[in-house]
Protein backbone atom coordinates (compact mmCIF):
# COMPACT_ATOMS: atom_id res chain seq x y z
CA UNK A 1 0.00 0.00 0.00
CA UNK A 2 1.42 3.30 -0.87
CA UNK A 3 1.84 6.50 1.37
CA UNK A 4 -0.96 8.24 -0.91
CA UNK A 5 -3.16 5.13 0.16
CA UNK A 6 -2.20 5.19 4.13
CA UNK A 7 -3.01 8.54 4.71
CA UNK A 8 -6.53 8.29 2.61
CA UNK A 9 -7.47 5.55 4.39
CA UNK A 10 -5.93 7.71 7.92
CA UNK A 11 -8.44 10.45 6.70
CA UNK A 12 -11.77 8.37 6.08
CA UNK A 13 -11.23 7.10 9.02
CA UNK A 14 -10.72 10.23 10.93
CA UNK A 15 -14.04 11.14 9.09
CA UNK A 16 -16.12 8.16 9.85
CA UNK A 17 -15.19 9.06 13.60
CA UNK A 18 -15.77 12.86 13.64
CA UNK A 19 -19.42 11.85 11.99
CA UNK A 20 -19.81 8.89 14.86
CA UNK A 21 -19.16 12.17 17.10
CA UNK A 22 -21.64 14.25 15.54
CA UNK A 23 -24.25 12.00 15.43
CA UNK A 24 -24.12 10.60 18.56
CA UNK A 25 -23.93 14.24 20.32
CA UNK A 26 -28.10 13.18 19.97
CA UNK A 27 -27.43 10.87 23.04
CA UNK A 28 -25.94 13.78 25.02
CA UNK A 29 -28.75 16.33 24.73
CA UNK A 30 -31.60 13.39 24.80
CA UNK A 31 -30.37 12.41 28.55
CA UNK A 32 -29.20 16.10 29.80
CA UNK A 33 -32.54 17.41 28.78
CA UNK A 34 -33.58 14.38 30.95
CA UNK A 35 -31.76 15.32 33.83
CA UNK A 36 -31.41 19.02 33.45
CA UNK A 37 -35.48 19.23 33.37
CA UNK A 38 -35.79 16.88 36.49
CA UNK A 39 -33.96 19.38 38.53
CA UNK A 40 -35.33 22.29 36.97
CA UNK A 41 -38.76 21.30 37.71
CA UNK A 42 -38.31 20.77 41.23
CA UNK A 43 -37.37 24.40 41.56
CA UNK A 44 -40.38 25.48 39.32
CA UNK A 45 -42.77 23.98 41.28
CA UNK A 46 -41.69 25.91 44.18
CA UNK A 47 -41.41 29.10 42.19
CA UNK A 48 -44.75 29.05 40.29
CA UNK A 49 -47.17 26.72 42.00
CA UNK A 50 -46.77 24.14 39.04
CA UNK A 51 -49.85 21.19 40.43
CA UNK A 52 -49.57 17.65 40.21
CA UNK A 53 -51.44 17.32 37.22
CA UNK A 54 -49.21 20.00 35.16
CA UNK A 55 -45.65 17.83 36.22
CA UNK A 56 -47.52 14.61 35.55
CA UNK A 57 -48.47 16.34 31.68
CA UNK A 58 -44.28 17.89 31.50
CA UNK A 59 -43.04 13.91 32.80
CA UNK A 60 -45.40 12.51 30.31
CA UNK A 61 -44.65 14.73 26.85
CA UNK A 62 -41.31 15.63 27.55
CA UNK A 63 -38.06 14.18 26.04
CA UNK A 64 -38.16 11.21 28.70
CA UNK A 65 -41.82 9.80 27.35
CA UNK A 66 -44.61 10.46 24.86
CA UNK A 67 -42.95 13.94 23.40
CA UNK A 68 -39.95 11.63 22.48
CA UNK A 69 -41.58 8.82 21.39
CA UNK A 70 -43.82 11.04 18.79
CA UNK A 71 -40.73 12.53 17.67
CA UNK A 72 -39.00 9.50 17.12
CA UNK A 73 -42.13 8.53 15.00
CA UNK A 74 -42.77 11.04 12.25
CA UNK A 75 -38.81 11.79 12.87
CA UNK A 76 -38.05 8.39 11.55
CA UNK A 77 -40.47 8.36 8.77
CA UNK A 78 -38.69 11.97 7.42
CA UNK A 79 -35.70 10.17 7.73
CA UNK A 80 -36.69 7.45 5.14
CA UNK A 81 -38.33 9.77 3.18
CA UNK A 82 -36.00 13.24 2.78
CA UNK A 83 -32.26 11.95 4.36
CA UNK A 84 -30.53 11.49 7.69
CA UNK A 85 -28.51 14.65 7.02
CA UNK A 86 -31.85 17.09 6.35
CA UNK A 87 -33.52 15.82 9.05
CA UNK A 88 -30.89 15.99 11.94
CA UNK A 89 -29.65 19.40 10.72
CA UNK A 90 -33.37 21.09 11.18
CA UNK A 91 -34.20 19.38 14.22
CA UNK A 92 -31.21 20.80 16.24
CA UNK A 93 -32.88 24.25 15.40
CA UNK A 94 -36.03 22.61 16.79
CA UNK A 95 -34.52 21.71 20.01
CA UNK A 96 -32.82 24.92 20.70
CA UNK A 97 -35.92 26.46 19.85
CA UNK A 98 -37.56 24.64 22.64
CA UNK A 99 -34.46 24.44 25.06
CA UNK A 100 -34.54 28.66 24.35
CA UNK A 101 -37.85 28.88 25.73
CA UNK A 102 -37.16 27.02 28.90
CA UNK A 103 -33.86 29.34 29.72
CA UNK A 104 -36.38 32.10 29.20
CA UNK A 105 -39.29 30.74 30.54
CA UNK A 106 -41.53 32.86 33.60
CA UNK A 107 -44.89 30.97 33.17
CA UNK A 108 -46.18 27.16 33.60
CA UNK A 109 -47.55 27.84 29.95
CA UNK A 110 -43.40 28.07 28.56
CA UNK A 111 -42.21 25.30 30.73
CA UNK A 112 -45.03 22.96 28.82
CA UNK A 113 -44.12 24.44 25.63
CA UNK A 114 -40.44 24.53 25.94
CA UNK A 115 -40.40 20.52 27.07
CA UNK A 116 -42.89 19.61 24.47
CA UNK A 117 -40.70 20.54 21.74
CA UNK A 118 -37.50 19.43 23.03
CA UNK A 119 -39.41 16.00 23.21
CA UNK A 120 -39.94 16.14 19.83
CA UNK A 121 -36.64 17.53 18.35
CA UNK A 122 -35.17 14.83 20.83
CA UNK A 123 -37.13 11.88 19.80
CA UNK A 124 -36.67 12.92 16.05
CA UNK A 125 -32.97 12.78 16.40
CA UNK A 126 -32.47 9.55 17.80
CA UNK A 127 -33.55 7.74 14.48
CA UNK A 128 -31.77 10.16 12.14
CA UNK A 129 -28.29 9.70 14.27
CA UNK A 130 -28.63 5.89 15.01
CA UNK A 131 -28.82 5.19 11.32
CA UNK A 132 -26.27 7.63 10.23
CA UNK A 133 -23.74 6.25 12.87
CA UNK A 134 -24.80 1.83 11.31
CA UNK A 135 -24.63 3.30 7.61
CA UNK A 136 -21.36 5.19 7.93
CA UNK A 137 -19.27 2.96 10.34
CA UNK A 138 -16.80 0.21 8.82
CA UNK A 139 -19.05 -3.34 8.80
CA UNK A 140 -16.37 -4.83 11.63
CA UNK A 141 -16.32 -1.54 13.78
CA UNK A 142 -20.06 -1.02 13.53
CA UNK A 143 -20.18 -2.00 17.48
CA UNK A 144 -17.63 -0.34 18.36
CA UNK A 145 -19.03 3.45 16.63
CA UNK A 146 -22.53 2.99 18.16
CA UNK A 147 -20.76 2.64 21.96
CA UNK A 148 -19.45 5.91 21.55
CA UNK A 149 -22.84 7.58 21.39
CA UNK A 150 -24.06 5.35 24.14
CA UNK A 151 -20.64 7.04 26.24
CA UNK A 152 -22.55 10.63 25.44
CA UNK A 153 -25.52 8.96 26.56
CA UNK A 154 -23.71 8.60 29.64
CA UNK A 155 -21.58 12.03 29.47
CA UNK A 156 -24.88 14.04 29.49
CA UNK A 157 -25.87 13.47 33.13
CA UNK A 158 -22.60 14.23 34.66
CA UNK A 159 -21.99 17.25 32.87
CA UNK A 160 -25.59 18.32 34.08
CA UNK A 161 -25.71 17.11 37.42
CA UNK A 162 -21.83 18.98 37.81
CA UNK A 163 -22.70 22.12 36.29
CA UNK A 164 -26.14 21.71 38.78
CA UNK A 165 -24.15 21.40 41.59
CA UNK A 166 -21.86 24.32 40.75
CA UNK A 167 -24.28 26.54 39.82
CA UNK A 168 -26.59 25.35 42.86
CA UNK A 169 -26.29 28.58 44.66
CA UNK A 170 -27.59 30.57 41.74
CA UNK A 171 -30.79 29.47 42.04
CA UNK A 172 -32.99 29.56 39.08
CA UNK A 173 -30.15 31.24 37.31
CA UNK A 174 -28.20 28.53 37.57
CA UNK A 175 -31.12 26.36 36.16
CA UNK A 176 -31.42 28.78 32.95
CA UNK A 177 -27.62 28.55 32.88
CA UNK A 178 -27.60 24.81 32.56
CA UNK A 179 -30.55 24.72 29.61
CA UNK A 180 -28.21 27.44 28.21
CA UNK A 181 -25.47 24.89 28.09
CA UNK A 182 -27.39 22.94 25.76
CA UNK A 183 -28.81 25.40 23.52
CA UNK A 184 -24.91 25.97 22.73
CA UNK A 185 -24.48 22.64 22.11
CA UNK A 186 -27.77 22.01 19.85
CA UNK A 187 -26.52 25.45 17.59
CA UNK A 188 -23.24 24.37 17.62
CA UNK A 189 -23.98 20.59 16.47
CA UNK A 190 -26.45 22.40 13.59
CA UNK A 191 -23.63 24.36 12.37
CA UNK A 192 -21.01 21.52 12.62
CA UNK A 193 -23.63 18.84 10.81
CA UNK A 194 -23.49 20.70 7.67
CA UNK A 195 -20.24 19.68 6.68
CA UNK A 196 -21.32 16.09 7.25
CA UNK A 197 -21.93 13.94 4.04
CA UNK A 198 -25.41 12.85 3.31
CA UNK A 199 -25.32 8.59 4.47
CA UNK A 200 -24.21 6.56 1.18
CA UNK A 201 -26.53 3.81 1.61
CA UNK A 202 -29.45 5.57 1.78
CA UNK A 203 -28.14 7.92 -0.90
CA UNK A 204 -28.22 4.69 -3.35
CA UNK A 205 -32.03 4.14 -2.57
CA UNK A 206 -32.88 7.55 -4.17
CA UNK A 207 -31.56 6.07 -7.27
CA UNK A 208 -34.02 5.68 -10.25
CA UNK A 209 -34.07 1.82 -10.44
CA UNK A 210 -34.12 1.26 -6.85
CA UNK A 211 -37.74 0.00 -5.73
CA UNK A 212 -37.98 0.64 -1.51
CA UNK A 213 -40.09 -1.89 0.13
CA UNK A 214 -43.61 -0.75 1.49
CA UNK A 215 -43.70 -0.04 5.03
CA UNK A 216 -46.36 -2.82 5.43
CA UNK A 217 -43.22 -5.00 5.15
CA UNK A 218 -42.49 -3.99 8.22
CA UNK A 219 -45.57 -5.95 9.38
CA UNK A 220 -44.40 -9.15 8.11
CA UNK A 221 -41.84 -11.76 9.30
CA UNK A 222 -38.93 -11.43 9.73
CA UNK A 223 -38.80 -7.85 10.32
CA UNK A 224 -42.39 -8.05 12.96
CA UNK A 225 -40.22 -10.05 14.84
CA UNK A 226 -37.25 -7.75 14.98
CA UNK A 227 -39.53 -5.10 16.57
CA UNK A 228 -41.70 -7.18 18.60
CA UNK A 229 -38.27 -8.65 19.95
CA UNK A 230 -36.24 -4.97 20.32
CA UNK A 231 -39.55 -3.88 21.73
CA UNK A 232 -39.77 -6.35 24.73
CA UNK A 233 -36.13 -6.15 25.25
CA UNK A 234 -35.39 -2.29 25.43
CA UNK A 235 -38.83 -1.21 27.27
CA UNK A 236 -38.97 -3.83 29.94
CA UNK A 237 -35.35 -2.83 30.50
CA UNK A 238 -36.80 1.13 30.38
CA UNK A 239 -39.72 0.69 32.08
CA UNK A 240 -36.91 0.00 35.09
CA UNK A 241 -34.65 2.51 33.97
CA UNK A 242 -37.52 5.03 34.14
CA UNK A 243 -38.73 4.25 37.24
CA UNK A 244 -34.93 4.45 38.72
CA UNK A 245 -35.54 7.88 39.78
CA UNK A 246 -38.25 6.80 42.07
CA UNK A 247 -36.55 5.41 44.34
CA UNK A 248 -33.09 6.80 43.83
CA UNK A 249 -34.25 9.52 46.51
CA UNK A 250 -35.15 6.28 48.92
CA UNK A 251 -31.73 4.87 48.84
CA UNK A 252 -30.01 7.85 49.32
CA UNK A 253 -31.56 7.90 52.87
CA UNK A 254 -31.09 4.66 53.30
CA UNK A 255 -27.22 5.53 52.71
CA UNK A 256 -27.40 8.37 55.10
CA UNK A 257 -26.38 11.09 51.97
CA UNK A 258 -27.34 14.47 53.93
CA UNK A 259 -25.87 16.76 51.23
CA UNK A 260 -26.98 17.37 47.83
CA UNK A 261 -23.46 17.29 46.96
CA UNK A 262 -22.77 13.65 48.07
CA UNK A 263 -26.27 12.55 46.50
CA UNK A 264 -25.16 13.78 42.86
CA UNK A 265 -21.46 12.21 43.51
CA UNK A 266 -23.35 9.33 43.58
CA UNK A 267 -25.49 9.53 40.30
CA UNK A 268 -22.27 10.67 38.95
CA UNK A 269 -20.41 7.59 40.17
CA UNK A 270 -23.66 5.25 38.48
CA UNK A 271 -23.42 6.97 34.78
CA UNK A 272 -18.97 7.16 35.30
CA UNK A 273 -19.20 3.18 36.00
CA UNK A 274 -22.12 2.90 32.44
CA UNK A 275 -19.18 5.04 30.23
CA UNK A 276 -16.32 2.39 31.96
CA UNK A 277 -18.02 -0.48 30.99
CA UNK A 278 -19.03 0.91 27.20
CA UNK A 279 -15.51 1.33 26.52
CA UNK A 280 -13.63 -1.16 28.05
CA UNK A 281 -16.59 -4.16 27.59
CA UNK A 282 -19.02 -2.83 24.62
CA UNK A 283 -16.99 -1.04 22.12
CA UNK A 284 -13.75 -3.65 22.87
CA UNK A 285 -15.23 -6.78 22.54
CA UNK A 286 -18.86 -6.21 20.54
CA UNK A 287 -17.36 -6.41 17.31
CA UNK A 288 -15.78 -9.76 17.82
CA UNK A 289 -17.78 -12.25 20.50
CA UNK A 290 -20.96 -13.13 20.51
CA UNK A 291 -24.24 -10.48 21.43
CA UNK A 292 -26.25 -13.05 23.07
CA UNK A 293 -23.86 -13.79 25.42
CA UNK A 294 -22.21 -10.20 26.17
CA UNK A 295 -26.05 -9.01 26.16
CA UNK A 296 -26.64 -12.03 28.85
CA UNK A 297 -24.11 -11.54 31.12
CA UNK A 298 -25.19 -7.54 31.72
CA UNK A 299 -28.71 -8.63 31.83
CA UNK A 300 -28.08 -11.50 34.21
CA UNK A 301 -26.07 -9.22 36.36
CA UNK A 302 -28.52 -6.40 36.38
CA UNK A 303 -31.22 -8.41 37.79
CA UNK A 304 -28.91 -9.76 40.55
CA UNK A 305 -28.27 -6.17 41.40
CA UNK A 306 -31.81 -5.52 41.36
CA UNK A 307 -32.55 -8.33 43.74
CA UNK A 308 -30.45 -7.35 46.17
CA UNK A 309 -33.06 -4.68 47.31
CA UNK A 310 -36.03 -7.00 47.44
CA UNK A 311 -33.68 -9.81 49.29
CA UNK A 312 -31.44 -7.84 51.62
CA UNK A 313 -32.04 -5.61 54.28
CA UNK A 314 -31.51 -2.08 53.28
CA UNK A 315 -27.92 -0.94 54.60
CA UNK A 316 -25.03 0.95 53.17
CA UNK A 317 -22.74 -2.16 51.49
CA UNK A 318 -26.51 -3.40 50.00
CA UNK A 319 -27.13 0.07 48.08
CA UNK A 320 -23.56 0.65 47.49
CA UNK A 321 -23.37 -2.97 45.83
CA UNK A 322 -26.99 -2.30 43.68
CA UNK A 323 -25.56 1.18 42.57
CA UNK A 324 -22.04 -0.21 41.54
CA UNK A 325 -23.61 -3.35 39.51
CA UNK A 326 -26.44 -1.83 38.10
CA UNK A 327 -23.92 1.29 37.02
CA UNK A 328 -21.51 -0.98 35.44
CA UNK A 329 -23.30 -3.95 34.10
CA UNK A 330 -26.23 -1.21 32.27
CA UNK A 331 -22.62 -0.11 30.35
CA UNK A 332 -22.79 -2.96 27.85
CA UNK A 333 -26.62 -4.06 28.21
CA UNK A 334 -30.22 -3.13 26.95
CA UNK A 335 -29.40 -0.03 25.58
CA UNK A 336 -26.24 -0.22 23.85
CA UNK A 337 -27.37 -3.48 21.86
CA UNK A 338 -30.68 -1.82 21.31
CA UNK A 339 -29.39 1.01 19.44
CA UNK A 340 -27.17 -1.39 17.46
CA UNK A 341 -29.58 -4.07 16.80
CA UNK A 342 -32.75 -1.42 15.91
CA UNK A 343 -30.30 -0.32 12.95
CA UNK A 344 -28.92 -3.43 11.82
CA UNK A 345 -32.16 -5.54 11.22
CA UNK A 346 -33.88 -3.49 8.92
CA UNK A 347 -33.25 -2.40 5.12
CA UNK A 348 -31.94 1.17 4.88
CA UNK A 349 -34.97 2.08 3.00
CA UNK A 350 -36.92 1.77 6.24
CA UNK A 351 -34.26 1.80 8.55
CA UNK A 352 -34.86 5.09 10.71
CA UNK A 353 -38.90 4.42 10.67
CA UNK A 354 -38.65 0.94 12.03
CA UNK A 355 -36.03 2.63 14.62
CA UNK A 356 -38.36 5.50 15.22
CA UNK A 357 -41.19 3.17 15.27
CA UNK A 358 -39.57 1.13 18.09
CA UNK A 359 -38.35 4.16 19.89
CA UNK A 360 -41.79 5.52 20.06
CA UNK A 361 -43.51 2.28 21.46
CA UNK A 362 -40.97 1.85 24.20
CA UNK A 363 -40.90 6.08 25.40
CA UNK A 364 -44.59 6.13 24.76
CA UNK A 365 -44.59 2.87 27.06
CA UNK A 366 -43.37 4.77 29.53
CA UNK A 367 -45.23 7.35 29.70
CA UNK A 368 -48.50 5.55 30.17
CA UNK A 369 -46.66 3.46 32.81
CA UNK A 370 -45.35 6.10 34.47
CA UNK A 371 -48.76 7.53 35.75
CA UNK A 372 -49.02 4.35 37.83
CA UNK A 373 -45.74 5.40 39.31
CA UNK A 374 -47.45 7.88 42.29
CA UNK A 375 -49.77 3.96 43.69
CA UNK A 376 -45.83 2.25 43.39
CA UNK A 377 -44.43 5.38 44.90
CA UNK A 378 -46.89 4.15 48.22
CA UNK A 379 -46.35 0.55 48.00
CA UNK A 380 -43.65 -1.68 49.91
CA UNK A 381 -40.44 -0.84 48.89
CA UNK A 382 -39.86 -4.79 48.51
CA UNK A 383 -42.89 -5.33 46.54
CA UNK A 384 -41.16 -2.05 43.69
CA UNK A 385 -38.05 -3.48 43.70
CA UNK A 386 -39.63 -6.99 42.76
CA UNK A 387 -41.57 -5.62 39.87
CA UNK A 388 -38.64 -3.71 38.93
CA UNK A 389 -36.05 -7.00 38.93
CA UNK A 390 -39.09 -8.69 36.95
CA UNK A 391 -38.67 -6.55 34.29
CA UNK A 392 -35.26 -6.97 33.92
CA UNK A 393 -35.70 -10.39 34.22
CA UNK A 394 -38.26 -9.91 31.18
CA UNK A 395 -35.85 -8.41 29.12
CA UNK A 396 -33.06 -10.69 29.68
CA UNK A 397 -35.92 -13.91 28.42
CA UNK A 398 -36.43 -11.55 25.20
CA UNK A 399 -32.87 -11.28 24.33
CA UNK A 400 -31.53 -14.84 25.33
CA UNK A 401 -34.79 -16.33 23.08
CA UNK A 402 -33.86 -13.73 19.94
CA UNK A 403 -30.61 -11.83 20.30
CA UNK A 404 -29.06 -11.92 16.76
CA UNK A 405 -25.10 -12.38 16.19
CA UNK A 406 -23.80 -10.02 13.46
CA UNK A 407 -20.59 -8.91 14.62
CA UNK A 408 -18.12 -8.49 11.26
CA UNK A 409 -21.12 -8.43 8.65
CA UNK A 410 -21.85 -5.66 6.82
CA UNK A 411 -25.34 -4.15 6.60
CA UNK A 412 -25.42 -5.28 3.32
CA UNK A 413 -25.09 -8.94 4.22
CA UNK A 414 -27.45 -8.61 7.01
CA UNK A 415 -30.16 -7.21 4.52
CA UNK A 416 -29.78 -9.94 2.05
CA UNK A 417 -30.42 -12.86 4.92
CA UNK A 418 -33.36 -10.84 6.18
CA UNK A 419 -34.59 -10.50 2.97
CA UNK A 420 -34.46 -14.71 2.15
CA UNK A 421 -36.76 -14.54 5.65
CA UNK A 422 -39.57 -12.58 3.44
CA UNK A 423 -39.84 -15.24 0.94
Known amino acids: MSLHDDAAKARTGR ?22 GAAALALWTSLYGLSDSLLGLIAAFGPNAIGAGIGALVGGWLCDRFGRKRIYQYDMLLYAAGMTILVFAVAPWMIVLGFVIVGLAV ?106 ALVGIYGFWNLWAGTNGLFFPYLMETL ?9 ALQCLNFALGMLANYLVFMKLVDRVSHRAMFLISAIAQVVGMSLLALLPLNVPVVLAHVVILGFFQGFGAQSFFQLWSAEMFPTALRSTAQGLCFAIVRIGLGLFSLFVPFLASADFAVLAWILTGFLALSALVGWLWAPDNAGKSLEQIEREQRVGLR
Not at 21 to 34: C, E, K, P, Q
Open 15 to 36: DDWNATILAGLANYIDSGSIVS
Open 256 to 264: GVATRAQSI
Open 123 to 228: GADIPASWSLIAEEAPADTRGKHSGVAQILWNLGPVVVLLMSLALAGLGELGARLVFAHLVIVALGLTFLRRKMHESRPWTETQSADFVAPPISSLFRRPYLVSIL
